[in-house]
């Protein structure tokens, strides 16, 4: 993956869904469904972070991997993506498991 410094807007209204799993410290922050183009890697000092993108360069959703707690609005900031028309205190989590 190739580290790049962009800022992505997210162009929906809609409250992702966080996909947690507590056991591996990963979150999957999602706000679209869609087929992953590409993936942009973000620089971050304590966990692997991560910017999943559609063909049309817009944002699907944020990966984390790493940490012991986090904030929504702390990660979107952390991976430079802006979602200015979403409520994040809407979002709905979901507990998954990371298949081994």
């Not at 056991?23 to 706000?31: M, P």
Request: proline residues 4%.
């Amino acid at each position: 993956m190739k580290t790049e410094r962009q800022t992505f807007v997210v162009h929906t209204s809609q409250p992702p869904v966080v996909e947690l799993d507590a056991d591996a410290g990963a979150v999957y922050v999602r706000f679209k469904r869609a087929r992953v183009a590409r993936t942009v890697a973000r620089p971050a000092r304590s966990m692997h972070l991560a910017v999943d993108l559609d063909a049309k360069n817009e944002v699907i959703g944020i990966e984390a991997i790493g940490f012991d707690e986090f904030r929504l609005s702390r990660l979107l900031r952390m991976a430079d993506v802006e979602a200015p028309q979403v409520d994040l205190s809407e979002a709905r989590f979901r507990s998954v498991a990371v298949a081994a």
